[in-house]
């Protein structure tokens, strides 16, 4: 089994920044890609940001410019460096870490972690 930990969420002003963490653990060879979900109340969760197992990087449009993502392959920890926040970036973030196994996908999801941002 895989288990999923986000951490680094709280509450910032806006125009403020925040890193958040994600540590995976467990039965894992490699990890192909890593990625930061978030999901504001009445909404549905959206992608923030991804990295590949190469550093290949892909962002929302909402986040361009203002967040980066990051990883450390050889500890299976990834990072979400969040700058110049704004009140709309408030919500639940949630770390994915995709696996592939012999041709089989895999998704672990961590229990998620708040970003409150005030205006």
């Known amino acids: 089994q895989v288990q999923v930990v986000e951490s680094g969420g709280g509450l910032v002003q806006a125009g403020g920044s925040l890193r958040l963490s994600c540590a995976a653990s467990g039965s894992i060879f490699s990890i192909n890609a890593m990625a930061w979900y978030r999901q504001a109340p009445g909404k549905q969760r959206e992608l923030v940001a991804s990295i590949t197992s190469g550093g290949s990087t892909n962002y929302a449009n909402a986040v361009k410019g203002r967040f980066i993502i990051s990883r450390d392959n050889a500890k299976n920890t990834a990072f979400l460096q969040m700058n110049s926040l704004k009140p709309e970036d408030t919500a639940v973030y949630y770390c994915?870490?995709?696996?592939?196994?012999?041709?089989?996908?895999?998704?672990?999801w961590g229990q998620g972690t708040q970003v409150t941002v005030s205006s």
């Open positions: 994915n870490a995709h696996i592939v196994i012999i041709g089989v996908h895999y998704n672990y």
